[in-house]
């Protein structure tokens, strides 16, 4: 009958071997565990415009699913620029931020430098959803709709005026846009964030604005803002007797926003995975949905690998755009 016999050259196998093989149940226990700690969703604009409508109600859902708070820090400047580099250089593992047309697609056509590489400094995580643009003017100017706020317009050029979020932001483009195809021209007058520019708007100091539809949806319900047509294709659920932009002479029009979340590159694929699954699910949850849809804005969630995708082919729409309209920074 064979016995073992323990060697000293065995026990030192065995002891090397042991260690090695204890630590993959415990790294998989620790990727298991992510995230350890809060994780803070930086948006890039003032608290007040869709981007914080989107943003909360994500948050709370993905709080529910990740097993950790999800909390949004506002952190406005610099066209989103200082938020977006302050991300693309964290390490923490537990930062996100609210990525945006305007800070991925047009901002590397509006600057010199940026303080972040919009193709190498992010991990795209999910595309979160889209929301019309709404095109809305104070209500006491005598323009019922969009043809009498171009005729308007054409006839006293340059006297009309438009807010926006700021230079390069959506608001911006989606007027410029506007402006290009109506050949008209109106002063642009930029704010730090959606909030301000609101107010200044209900206040009478400025004449129209674009606006994400979940920012303005009450203050048009209330009769604070009068809207004279949507960016959507289609006229929306929310609003039955408002016309499209294409409805009212412009044939194709169409101008949305996005917003999507971005973690940093230097974060590790299984987690960029984790947080995919979670923001994929959390727009689709009731709470969530009842949030969105209640604004007008359309719940996406989807694949990291889609919205790739989709940044790419939204750079390639806007850069032209840009270009034409010789959109600068402040």
Known sequence: MNTFRLTRRSALCL???FPAA???PLAARAQAAWPTKSIRLVVPFAPGGSSEIVARSTASEMTKLLGQSVYVDNKPGGAGNVAMGEVARAEDQHTMVLGHIGTIAVNPFIFDKLPYDPAKAFRPISLLAKVPTLYVVRPDLPARNLTEFIALAKAKPGTLNYGSAGNGSAGHLAFEYLKMVSNTFLL??????TGPQLTDLMGGRVDAAAVGAPAVMQFIK???LRCIATG?????AQLPDVPTVAEQGFPGFEMTQWYGLLAPASLPQAHADKLSAAAARAVKEPASLKVMESEAAQ???STAAEFARFIESEQQRWKPVVARAKIKPD
Not at 188 to 193: E, F, I, L, T
């Open 15 to 17: 002891g090397a071997a």
């Open 22 to 24: 204890s630590m993959l």
């Open 232 to 236: 959507s294709s289609q006229r929306l």
């Open 222 to 224: 209330s009769g604070k």
């Open 188 to 193: 642009h007058v930029p704010y730090r964030g």
């Open 299 to 301: 719940p996406i969630g």
